[in-house]
């Protein structure tokens, strides 16, 4: 089964690459990811590849795919807009599983994830929430699984 991981970029590492984590831990382990960036964060996206790499293998599945689309305007809402579509119709017809992880980048870019895999009807909507700001930053193996939560947005609504 073709299972899909789309994402944004973000200023730092931690949101990106908790959800991932969370989602593996979880049972649900990509072969296949997708990420949006911008030019200023094009160094911390080299960063959080390796990273999901790494994250992807050590939860037993085989290194993904990572393809990493580049938009020039951060506010350009159709790029962002394509982007998803795109990801979400990679591998149609055949059996999949897409997941839409709305926790890293602007919350614009989070907006527009959200009603597109809703729209999309993506099989899952992914967003980490932190119980206190105490974690901000740090990575998931660090956290209490106490202090965070892996919600399933299309369990929810």
């Known amino acids: 089964m073709e299972r899909i991981w789309i994402t944004n970029g973000s200023t730092s590492i931690a949101p990106?690459?908790?959800?991932?984590?969370?989602?593996c831990h979880?049972?649900?382990v990509p072969?296949?990811?997708?990420i949006l960036e911008n030019p200023l964060i094009s160094k911390v996206t080299e960063l959080v590849?390796?990273?999901m790499k790494t994250i992807v293998t050590?939860?037993?599945g085989d290194e993904p795919e990572i393809t990493v689309e580049q938009i020039d305007d951060e506010v350009d809402f159709d790029a962002i807009t394509s982007y998803l579509q795109d990801a979400i119709a990679t591998g149609e017809g055949v059996d999949r599983e897409v997941a839409v992880d709305v926790t890293?980048?602007?919350k614009f870019w989070s907006i527009i994830s959200f009603?597109?895999?809703?729209?999309?009807?993506?099989?899952?909507l992914f967003y980490i929430h932190l119980e206190t700001g105490e974690y901000f930053g740090q990575v998931f193996p660090e956290i209490p699984r106490t202090a965070?939560?892996?919600?399933?947005?299309?369990?929810?609504?």
């Open 104 to 106: 890293p980048g602007r």
């Open 49 to 51: 590849t390796t990273m």
């Open 26 to 28: 979880d049972g649900y």
């Open 31 to 34: 072969n296949t990811i997708y």
């Open 148 to 157: 965070i939560n892996l919600i399933d947005f299309t369990e929810e609504i």
């Open 16 to 23: 990106v690459v908790n959800p991932l984590a969370a989602a």
């Open 58 to 60: 050590a939860a037993g």
């Open 115 to 124: 009603q597109v895999g809703i729209s999309k009807d993506v099989d899952h």
